[in-house]
């Protein structure tokens, strides 16, 4: 990535789980460059009361 560089973000959820009252979500995350070079990627899990 250099300055100036135009960057798209996307995601997707992979999963929806309820457990104990809470609900539990995971996504999967990647962004990518102008030129379409995955420049990051990852997951994320966030929890909430149901």
């Not at 992979?14 to 609900?23: I, L, M, P, R, T």
């Given at each position: 990535?250099?300055?100036?560089?135009?960057?798209?973000?996307?995601?997707?959820?992979?999963?929806?789980?309820?457990?104990?009252?809470?609900?539990r979500v995971t996504v999967e995350v990647?962004c990518h460059t102008d030129t379409g070079?995955?420049?990051?990627?990852?997951?994320?899990?966030?929890?909430?009361?149901?």
């Open positions: 990535m250099w300055p100036g560089d135009e960057l798209t973000f996307t995601g997707r959820v992979v999963s929806v789980d309820e457990a104990s009252g809470h609900e990647a070079k995955r420049a990051l990627s990852g997951s994320a899990v966030a929890e909430y009361p149901a």
